[in-house]
């Protein structure tokens, strides 16, 4: 088992998180601070170039190069531990520290982009950033205190049927530093299981891409969507009322598109989409709005919290026995 910090962490800023769901970057913070992670976030840090690399509009180097820069601003603040709510900034940044670790070459590039761009001088050094002891995804974070976790759940999620979807940059990039599997991937099961929530485990197509594939999704949007949809189907099969999910991308796809596919298709899946950070969040009683933002989801989820018996005025679980009339 590698080693997972609680402290020293840069909280990294996520593009579509920022844009798409903000709430998980709350959400995120809020549980960071019930669980006594010591985390910073830096205004200063720039986009990991993720969307731009993998359409082909960034190329290696010029992603390695921000990579660094954003590395160096962790290692100046005193918090070089890395934390990401995006799998891809999570595969982009270890590919990127790798190659600055092991390629002199690219790295004296890199340190002359760095010397010639109009910044403040910076220079990145093999201190500044190891890819596999320094860089994580917080759902890693949250699994190394998931006991703090288990301790401080308000709401019974129990009564939801949940299934995971793991992305495939980080389950599918970087094996060697993925926890809780790979081929059956778990560390979300696990995360779900710590607020008391047991989720269906392996189920067919599980481990299948959302169907984004980045410009997939709009230069073969039937092909990308199609992969889509057969997920939602399989979920379907399995009765699933909540999928969990651990990249803002894959989030996307299946939140955003759900309603069109249903049209489509002529069908209805009634499948509800959050982020791990928000499901914890919830289950920590956390405001729905406020802090999960769920009013900047396409499929409401208002309908789920009502199942709850959760009440959107006081933001609390309706306790249900309380409400009953006295005999």
Same mark, same amino acid.
């Given at each position: 088992?590698?080693?997972?910090?609680?402290?020293?962490?840069?909280?990294?800023?996520?593009?579509?998180?920022?844009?798409?769901?903000?709430?998980?970057?709350?959400?995120?913070?809020? #549980?960071?601070?019930?669980?006594?992670?010591?985390?910073?976030?830096?205004?200063?840090?720039?986009?990991?170039?993720?969307?731009?690399?993998?359409?082909?509009?960034?190329? !290696? #180097?010029?992603?390695?190069?921000?990579?660094?820069?954003?590395?160096? *601003?962790?290692?100046?603040?005193?918090? /070089?531990?890395?934390?990401?709510?995006?799998?891809?900034?999570?595969?982009? &940044?270890?590919?990127?520290?790798?190659? &600055?670790?092991?390629?002199?070459?690219?790295?004296?590039?890199?340190?002359?982009?760095?010397? =010639?761009?109009?910044?403040?001088?910076?220079?990145?050094?093999?201190?500044?950033?190891?890819?596999?002891?320094?860089?994580?995804?917080?759902?890693?974070?949250?699994?190394?205190?998931?006991?703090?976790?288990?301790?401080?759940?308000?709401?019974?999620?129990?009564?939801?049927?949940?299934?995971?979807?793991?992305?495939?940059?980080?389950?599918?990039?970087?094996?060697?530093?993925?926890?809780?599997?790979?081929? =059956?991937?778990?560390?979300?099961?696990? &995360?779900?299981?710590?607020?008391?929530?047991?989720?269906?485990?392996?189920?067919?197509?599980?481990?299948?891409?959302?169907?984004?594939?980045?410009?997939?999704?709009?230069?073969? /949007?039937?092909?990308?969507?199609?992969?889509?949809?057969?997920? &939602?189907?399989?979920?379907?099969?399995? /009765?699933?009322?909540?999928? *969990?999910?651990?990249?803002?991308?894959?989030?996307?796809?299946?939140?955003?598109?759900?309603?069109? #596919?249903?049209?489509?298709?002529?069908?209805?899946?009634?499948?509800?989409?959050?982020? #791990?950070?928000?499901?914890?969040?919830?289950?920590?009683?956390?405001?729905?709005?406020?802090?999960?933002?769920? !009013?900047?989801?396409?499929?409401?989820?208002?309908?789920? *919290?009502?199942? *709850?018996?959760?009440?959107?005025?006081?933001?609390?679980?309706? =306790?249900?026995?309380?409400? /009953?009339?006295?005999?």
């Amino acid at each position: 088992m590698k080693f997972i910090p609680d402290k020293d962490i840069l909280l990294f800023k996520s593009c579509l998180v920022n844009v798409e769901y903000p709430g998980v970057e709350s959400s995120t913070s809020y #549980i960071f601070d019930r669980i006594d992670v010591e985390y910073y976030v830096d205004e200063r840090q720039s986009c990991c170039t993720g969307l731009g690399h993998y359409y082909d509009l960034f190329d !290696q #180097i010029s992603t390695t190069a921000l990579a660094a820069r954003n590395f160096h *601003l962790a290692a100046e603040t005193g918090h /070089k531990n890395i934390a990401v709510m995006c799998a891809t900034c999570y595969a982009i &940044l270890k590919k990127s520290a790798k190659i &600055l670790n092991q390629n002199e070459e690219a790295r004296n590039k890199v340190n002359q982009i760095l010397d =010639d761009s109009n910044l403040e001088k910076r220079e990145y050094t093999l201190d500044d950033m190891d890819p596999t002891l320094n860089i994580f995804h917080v759902a890693e974070i949250f699994y190394n205190k998931r006991d703090e976790i288990s301790s401080l759940v308000k709401v019974d999620l129990s009564s939801l049927r949940v299934a995971t979807h793991h992305a495939c940059h980080y389950c599918k990039v970087h094996y060697n530093d993925t926890i809780e599997g790979v081929r =059956d991937p778990n560390l979300i099961d696990k &995360l779900a299981e710590a607020v008391g929530v047991e989720t269906i485990g392996w189920y067919d197509h599980k481990t299948v891409t959302c169907g984004a594939g980045f410009r997939q999704r709009f230069t073969n /949007k039937e092909a990308s969507l199609a992969v889509t949809a057969e997920k &939602l189907q399989a979920l379907k099969d399995n /009765k699933v009322d909540l999928l *969990l999910h651990m990249c803002p991308n894959c989030q996307m796809q299946f939140d955003r598109y759900q309603p069109y #596919i249903e049209e489509k298709l002529d069908t209805e899946f009634n499948i509800f989409h959050l982020n #791990i950070s928000q499901f914890i969040a919830l289950a920590l009683g956390a405001d729905p709005y406020k802090i999960l933002g769920i !009013q900047t989801h396409t499929v409401p989820i208002e309908p789920l *919290l009502k199942r *709850l018996n959760y009440s959107l005025e006081t933001n609390e679980k309706i =306790d249900v026995e309380a409400k /009953k009339s006295p005999n």
